[in-house]
T-cell receptor
Framework: RKEVEQDPGPFNVPEGATVAFNCTYSNSASQSFFWYRQDCRKEPKLLMSVYSSGNEDGRFTAQLNRASQYISLLIRDSKLSDSATYLCVVKEGGGYNKLIFGAGTRLAVHP | DTAVSQTPKYLVTQMGNDKSIKCEQNLGHDTMYWYKQDSKKFLKIMFSYNNKELIINETVPNRFSPKSPDKAHLNLHINSLELGDSAVYFC????????????FGQGTRLTVV
């Protein structure tokens, strides 16, 4: 089983659509959780951290379920500029501070 | 001001050569990483240094040798390059504190011919 698994995608959606990405992780001792965004031929950049109580940043909502080891990202009112690969990232503690990336889910928003 | 900078951005070299990639961060972070992104776009950790000490060494061939002269720098030297080493190599940095994110350099696209 992969350490971090994501929907394979790609997701092709029209502008204005709502799209949800799912992610599961295998290590129950994982400490922190993030969604990163990576544009074509660019470096990954933080989209948002994911907190236990769930959190929202504008059109983006992230949820964490520690019991199920499940993370989600909801994007409302999709824009063309949201087209990118979304990476689920889990940070392991224990002094290792290791960031483990999912394979990413590609989103293409069309007019 | 670039937070994490790595050089070169592109590197094309022949099989068997030795090459280095340099990385510097000006964020005052205590942890630096090297990640490899292969042709399938999967980002895999290679090494992690905390305060100049190697703390993560994934199953990477020993042709790859990281060096951290100080907290702000982490270089990657690769000996006897092989075709399969072709990938994008990303340097990143973060703080060891729990919820802090990692910042990435722009990547070095290595092509071995």
């Amino acid at each position: 089983r992969k350490e971090v698994e994501q929907d394979p995608g790609p997701f092709n959606v029209p502008e204005g659509a709502t799209v949800a990405f799912n992610c599961t992780y295998s290590n129950s001792a994982s400490q922190s959780f993030f969604w990163y965004r990576q544009d074509c031929r660019k470096e990954p950049k933080l989209l948002m951290s994911v907190y236990s109580s769930g959190n929202e940043d504008g059109r983006f909502t992230a949820q964490l379920n520690r019991a199920s080891q499940y993370i989600s990202l909801l994007i409302r009112d999709s824009k063309l500029s949201d087209s990118a690969t979304y990476l689920c990232v889990v940070k392991e503690g224990g002094g290792y501070n290791k960031l483990i990336f999912g394979a990413g889910t590609r989103l293409a928003v069309h007019p | 001001d670039t937070a994490v900078s790595q050089t070169p951005k592109y590197l094309v070299t022949q099989m068997g050569n030795d090459k280095s990639i340099k990385c510097e961060q000006n964020l005052g972070h205590d942890t630096m990483y090297w990640y490899k992104q292969d042709s399938k776009k999967f980002l895999k950790i290679m090494f992690s240094y905390n305060n100049k000490e190697l703390i993560i060494n994934e199953t990477v061939p020993n042709r790859f040798s990281p060096k951290s002269p100080d907290k702000a720098h982490l270089n990657l030297h690769i000996n006897s390059l092989e075709l399969g080493d072709s990938a994008v190599y990303f340097c990143a940095s973060s703080q060891v504190a729990r919820d802090t994110e990692a910042f990435f350099g722009q990547g070095t696209r290595l092509t071995v011919v």
